[in-house]
C-alpha cells in the first residue's frame, strides 16, 4: 500500500470528524483495556512471566543467526522448506512462485500483519491469483477495499451498518433485502460464503506468531478456526513470517503464549493455538502436502544494535494500541500504513522511512501507559522521543514548529529572561482571561481551542511567588 | 536464495557486532534447545492435586463456553453423546476419527447413533474425536494429528464432541508437551482448542461459530472419582 502517514496531520482531522469512527472507537476504547486488567488481575504470577517473557526474547536476539538457523535445520527436517527473503519485493515474488509451482488460481489467507506490509494482495490479484481473506475483520476490510486499521482487530473501526452495507454489496447472490442488523446474522453469511472458497482453495497463507527453532514448527492464534481450515484443506501451507519471530521452545513459546492473549484481547487463552510442523506425515489422512516458511527481514536486521533494536521484542498484542489516548481518538488509519498505535509509530519509520513516516512519534501525549501496559516492556515513549531528535536533527519536521522550538530553546537557556517571559506571559493571559478564567479562542492554538476551552493562567508564576515567599521568611 | 540467507545472517552479526559465534557459544544454545527446560508455571493448577485440576479444567472451559456431561464410566459415553445431541436438536448421524482411543466405547450401547468413521465433509454436522490431553490452566483441550485423528474434524462440523479421560488432564501446556515428546515425533499439527470457535471483529460483540465450531461438548470420563 502506498504510505500516507506523511499526511497525518490531515488524516487525523478527518478521523476526528467522522462519526462513524467515533462511534466504533467508543466501543474499542471499553472494551479491550477493561477485559486485559480483568485477565492480569487474575495471574498473580503475570509480571514475573513478563520478565521471562522479555529474558527469552532478548536472548534469541543476541543468538538470532543461530536460532534462525536451527530452526531453518528442523523445518528441512520434517520436509518443510525455509524461503529467506531479504524484503518485500523478494517475499511477494517467492510466494508467487510457489503458487505458480503448485498452479495454484485461488488461495485463502489467516490474518497476516506481515502480508499487509509485503502488499501481497494486491500483487497475488495483479498476476492472477485470487487471494480471499478469511479473518472476519480481513474479509470485511478486503471486500471495501481498505486496510486493517488495528494489528488484532482489522475492521474495528467499522460499525455494523456499515459491514452490512458492504455485505449487500458483495453477496449479490443473496436476496438483497434480507435482513442484516446483527453480528450474529453476518457471521453466518460470511461463513457459508467464506466455508466455500476454503474448500476450494489450493494454498492457504497464514502469517505466524512464533516460530519455534527446536521443532521447526510455526504457531498462529486465532479465535474463529479460520486460520486453521487455511492451513488444512488446501495442497500447501505458506507461512509468511518475520524473522524476530523465532523463540527457541515449546517452553519458551507456551510463556510467550500466557502474555499474549491476555495482553491482546483479555482471553486466558486464545480459542485456537495452533502449532504447525512441516507438511502432512506420509500416513496422515489430511493436511498440507507442501510446507513453505518465507522468513523476511524487511529491515528488521537493521534494528540490530541501535536504539530500536528492543523493538523486536514486540508480540503485536496490540496492547499499546488499546490504551493509546491517540489511537483511540483517531484509529489506525489516521497512521497511514501498515502498523499504527505506539507501536507503529516506532516501527514505521524504521521500515519505511523517516522522511516518510516522521509525523508518528508526534503522535503521542507521552502518557507513558503504552510502556507500561507492552508484555515485553518496550519503552516506546523512550523511542517516539528519539525519533523526533532524529526528526528535528535532520530537519524534517516544519520551519515554524523549529522556529518556535528555537525561540523556545533560546529563552529556555536563559533563566532570567525565561523567569521574565513566563511572568509576563501568565500576567497578561490572566488580565485577559478575566474572571471567567478561560479562553474560547487565542490565535496560534486554534488546534487546542476549536474543540475545548484553554484554562487562563490564575495569576503570578509558581517562580514568582516562590521568590515573594522566600523574601518574607 | 542461498545469497539472501548469508546476505541476512551476515547482516544479524554485523548488527549484534559480532562474527560467527564460537564452538563453545553454539554448543551451549545447543544445550539450551535441547534441554528445553521450563519456565514460570503458574500455580492455578500447578498446585492443584489432580481432582482439583480436572474440577478446574470444567471450570475455564465453561468459561469459554465449552458444555460437559461427566460420565463415571466409559460404558456411559454413547448414552452421553445421543442425549446430548437429542437435548439440542442436532442430527444423531456423526462422523467420528477412527482413533484406537476411541475404541474401548461401546458405542452399539446407543443404537440410534448412526456412526461414520472417517475423515470429515463439509455436511457433516456433528463430529466425535478423542484428544491428547487437557490442559487444566485454561480449560484448553490439546489434539494431535495422526493417520486415525485427521485435524478437519476438528474444525468443519458444526458440533465438535470430545471424549476426554481424566487421566489426560494435565496442570499446564509444558505437561502436555512432555507427554506428546514421550510418543516420539512431532505430529504435523498440534491444536490447542479452547471453547468453540468465535469472533468479536463486528463491534466487538462476541459471536460463536465464527469459522470452526458453534458448540464444543465434553464428555469427561471421571473414572478417577468412581
Known sequence: MQPTSHDFKANAHRALGDPNLQRAMDMMRTGFPVNRAAAIARLPEFDALRDEGIAIKNHVIANLDFYLETFEKNVVAQGGKVHWCRDAAQARETILGICRDAGAKTVTKGKSMVSEEIALNDYLEANGVTPVETDLGEYIVQIRHE????????????????????????????????????????????????????LSADIGITGANFLIAETGSSIIVTNEGNGDLTQTLPKAHIVLASLEKVVPTLEDASTLLRLLARSATGQEFSTYTTVSTGPRRADDTDGPAAYHVVLLDNGRTALLGGEFQDMLRCIRCAACL?????????GGHAYGWVYSGPMGAVLTPSLIGIEEAGNLPNASTFCGRCESVCPMRIPLPRMMRSWREREFARRLSPQAQRWGLAVWAYVARRPRLYRWVSAMTSHILSLVGGTRGRFRTLPLVAGWTDTRDMPAPEGRSFMSQWAAREKRS | ????????????????????????????????????????????????????????????AEEVHATFTRV??????????????????LPARLVMTPDPKLDDVPWDKAPLLDIHKGIAADDDAVGVTACHAAV?????????????????????????????????????????????????AMPRTVNFISGPSRTGDIEQRMVLGAHGPRRLHIVLIDDARA
Open chain 2, 136 to 184: 487444566a490452566e485454561t480449560g484448553t483441550l490439546m489434539l494431535v494429528s495422526g493417520p486415525d485423528s485427521p485435524t478437519r474434524n476438528n474444525f468443519l462440523p458444526d458440533t465438535h464432541i470430545v471424549v476426554l479421560r481424566a487421566g489426560q488432564v494435565v496442570a499446564s501446556y509444558e505437561d502436555g508437551w512432555d507427554r506428546l515428546r514421550a510418543k516420539g
Open chain 1, 322 to 330: 488499546n490504551h493509546c489516548p491517540v489511537y483511540g481518538a483517531v
Open chain 1, 147 to 198: 486496510t486493517p486499521s488495528h494489528i488484532i482487530a482489522p475492521a474495528v473501526h467499522l460499525v455494523k451498518e456499515q459491514v452490512a452495507e458492504s455485505f449487500r454489496a458483495t453477496h449479490t447472490h443473496l436476496p438483497p433485502d434480507r435482513p442484516l442488523d446483527e453480528a450474529r446474522v453476518m457471521c453466518d453469511e460470511a461463513r457459508t460464503v467464506l466455508r466455500a472458497k476454503f
Open chain 2, 1 to 60: 536464495m542461498s545469497g539472501t540467507r548469508d546476505q541476512i545472517l551476515g547482516s544479524i552479526r554485523a548488527g549484534l557486532g559480532r562474527g560467527r559465534l564460537d564452538v563453545q557459544a553454539i554448543s551451549a544454545l545447543e544445550d539450551r534447545v535441547r534441554t528445553h527446560r521450563r519456565n514460570l508455571i503458574p500455580a492455578r493448577a500447578a498446585a492443584l492435586d489432580h481432582q482439583g485440576q480436572i474440577d478446574l479444567f470444567v471450570a475455564m
Open chain 2, 72 to 89: 463415571t464410566d466409559v460404558d456411559a459415553v454413547p448414552g452421553a453423546v445421543a442425549d446430548y445431541l437429542a437435548g439440542q436438536n
